[in-house]
């Protein structure tokens, strides 16, 4: 069945970076794009970009351009966000989630993944 | 920027129907997308392009969307639908995903 496996929870001290993996399986992973999605702790969502696994594209929400990366690996179907320089109010689930094109709704989503920055 | 606005809250006895707005300007001119959330789980989408449904998705859930606000209805309400509702646009002139703060569905 069509799902996406995100990476484990993780604790980062201020100002170190994170990588947020997350497996794709079930169907032709280039056809569709990857958004990400966080959520702090009794918040709402937050988009935070999107990536093309066909062409690397990206598009990143202006608040995170020059902290986050988006990244693919075609050959493992496998998306990546790293953010950098982590402040304690990054502390959140970050959810992967696929799309065909950059403006379709997020149909499937990963389970995802808890990150807490703490000193 | 463009804002999308949801009462914080909804309440509806068990088998009535339930209506969450999403308020924005001009709404009607972009597609809504709606999004159910449990706690500790993931979203999951429950109507896409403003009234269409995922397969899987039940027929009680549908969706409108006109002038400056889009509508989610939920009827027949059972108590496994509580959980919070978020609505999405993409906002072109900005190129960015927009999501509304979140209604959390109490059923009495």
């Known amino acids: 069945q069509v799902q996406l496996v995100q990476s484990g929870a993780e604790v980062k001290k201020p100002g170190a970076s994170v990588k947020v993996s997350c497996k794709a399986s079930?169907?032709?992973?280039?056809?569709?794009?990857i958004s990400w999605v966080r959520q702090a702790p009794g918040q709402g969502l937050e988009w935070m970009g999107w990536i093309s696994a066909y062409n690397g594209n990206t598009n990143y929400a202006q608040k995170l351009q020059g902290r986050v990366t988006m990244t693919t690996d075609t050959s493992t179907s496998t998306a990546y966000m790293e953010l950098r320089s982590l402040r304690s109010d990054d502390t959140a689930v970050y959810y992967c989630?696929?799309?065909?094109?950059?403006?379709?709704?997020?149909?499937?989503w990963g389970q995802g993944t808890m990150v807490t920055v703490s000193s | 920027s463009y804002v999308l606005t949801q009462p914080p809250s909804v309440s509806v006895a068990p088998g009535q129907t339930a209506r969450i707005t999403c308020g924005g300007n001009?709404?009607?001119?972009?597609?809504v997308h709606w999004y159910q959330q449990k706690p500790g789980q993931a979203p999951v989408l429950v109507v896409y392009d403003d009234s269409d449904r995922p397969s899987g998705i039940p027929e009680r859930f549908s969706g409108s969307n006109s002038g400056n606000t889009a509508t989610l209805t939920i009827s027949r309400v059972e108590a496994g639908d509580e959980a919070d509702y978020y609505c999405?646009?993409?906002?072109?002139?900005?190129?960015?995903?927009?999501f509304g703060g979140g209604t959390k569905l109490t059923v009495l």
């Open positions: 989630a696929r799309l065909r094109e950059p403006t379709d709704a997020f149909d499937i």
């Open positions: 999405q646009v993409w906002d072109s002139s900005s190129d960015r995903w927009v």
């Open positions: 079930g169907y032709t992973f280039t056809s569709y794009g």
């Open positions: 001009n709404i009607g001119s972009k597609s």
